[in-house]
């Protein structure tokens, strides 16, 4: 059987990291709807996307249908940034349906703002080489510098009040549609996304695992 989840998580709480190690603990893949549009979304979806305008939730869902078909899907995936509204979730509950799979998993990562902002405002990117760095976690060998030697930078979205309106979006996005799948008897996975990246992906596995086990048993 296909092992299929969906991941939640506010930005800085290392939903990306921690998605894509699940997948490959399991030899699934790891399908983030960012990623999928930036490789297949056509000239013109890109033109709009720059003027801010969204890709529509059907084409998401025609996109998703197509990718799934690949070899790296063949032992399921994780969902990673969709669903993201309510029409989502029906348009994956359809798509599901019409593939004759099914969730096995939510998996929902939370983390004490002071944590996510922490994280967040510490991110630095170099313009020169796109190299990344965080002022705690990962810090350059030299001050504000990469070690291309250009200046670090701050993302413009990576500043605290933006942070604070874009965890705002995320949870007035996803407690909506965590309350669906709650009502639903599929496992919802909690887990706090604080500390140690190790340490919390150790956490995940073990919680997807036992949760796995009983899947099978019940
Ligand atoms: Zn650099």
Redesign the pocket.
């Known amino acids: 059987m296909k092992k299929i989840f969906i991941i939640f998580g506010p930005p800085g709480s290392g939903k990306g990291t921690h998605s894509a190690r699940l997948a490959c603990s399991y030899n699934i893949a790891h399908l983030s709807t960012g990623e999928m549009l930036r490789q297949k979304a056509s000239d013109e979806e890109r033109a709009l996307m720059k003027k801010g305008i969204l890709v529509s939730d059907n084409r998401l869902v025609e996109l998703l249908r197509v990718r799934i078909q690949n070899s790296d899907c063949d032992n399921g995936f994780i969902l990673d940034g969709f669903p993201r509204n309510l029409l989502q979730v029906e348009l994956l509950d359809n798509l599901l349906k019409e593939q004759s799979l099914s969730l096995e998993a939510v998996i929902a990562l939370e983390a004490p703002e002071d944590v996510l902002l922490s994280r967040l405002s510490g991110r630095r990117f170099?313009?020169?080489?796109?190299?990344n760095y965080h002022l705690t976690y990962d810090p350059p060998e030299q001050d504000g510098?990469?070690?291309?030697?250009?200046e670090?930078r701050q993302r413009a979205d990576d500043n605290s009040e933006t942070i604070r309106a874009r965890l705002r979006v995320f949870k007035e996005e996803t407690i909506p549609l965590l309350d669906v799948y709650s009502l639903r008897s599929l496992p919802i996975i909690h887990v706090v996304s604080a500390g140690e990246i190790n340490d919390v992906q150790k956490i995940i596995y073990e919680r997807v695992q036992s949760t796995l086990l009983l899947s099978r048993f019940v």
């Open positions: 170099c313009p020169n080489c796109s190299n510098f990469c070690s291309c030697g250009f670090l």
